[in-house]
Structures are given as structure tokens and as C-alpha cells.
């Protein structure tokens, strides 16, 4: 699961990235997974406050897997270990 991020901060980021506060939501709590070029934005534009890892949780580790085991970088899904 990606670093909990309180409502505000959320919101505050969401009009800071461009992008819609519920939206934002769905990905941080990995309800969906965003586009791959818009979550790199988006860790761009926050700053890296919000990392694409955190947005992306369910397929990151397939999309940027030389960020595996990188600093900061959460484990590989479980799920997808076994699939390896």
C-alpha cells in the first residue's frame, strides 16, 4: 500500500498536479492504477511527493522495474512474485 497521504495534502496536491482529488484517491488506495506517463508527471510536478510507485501499485514493478529494490521503492506485490 502507498504512504497515507492526509485528505488535504491530497487535495492540495491534486490542484497543484492538474488532475482530479477523487482520481488522485482511486490511485493512492489502489483502486486503479494510472496512465504510466501521467504518474511520472505527476511525481514531477509533485515534487516527489508523490512517487509513481504510489500511484501505480499494482503494475509499477512491470512498468519500471529498474526501480525495484531502489530507495524508497516498496516491495513487489505478492501476486506477482508468484507470477515471476
Known amino acids: ?3 497515507q497521504i492526509t485528505p488535504e495534502d491530497r487535495k492540495r496536491i491534486a490542484v ?3 488532475v482530479n482529488e477523487q482520481y488522485l484517491y482511486q490511485c493512492l488506495t489502489g ?3 494510472m496512465n504510466p506517463a501521467e504518474a511520472r508527471r505527476i511525481e514531477d510536478d509533485s515534487e516527489r511527493e ?3 510507485w504510489d500511484i501505480c501499485q ?3 514493478h ?6 525495484v529494490g531502489t530507495d ?7 501476486a506477482a512474485k508468484q507470477e515471476g
Open 31 to 33: 483502486r486503479r492504477d
Open 50 to 52: 508523490i512517487r509513481r
Open 16 to 18: 497543484k498536479v492538474g
Open 62 to 67: 512491470l512498468i519500471w522495474p529498474e526501480l
Open 1 to 3: 500500500m502507498a504512504k
Open 72 to 78: 524508497g521503492a516498496p516491495e513487489v506485490p505478492e
Open 58 to 60: 499494482k503494475s509499477w
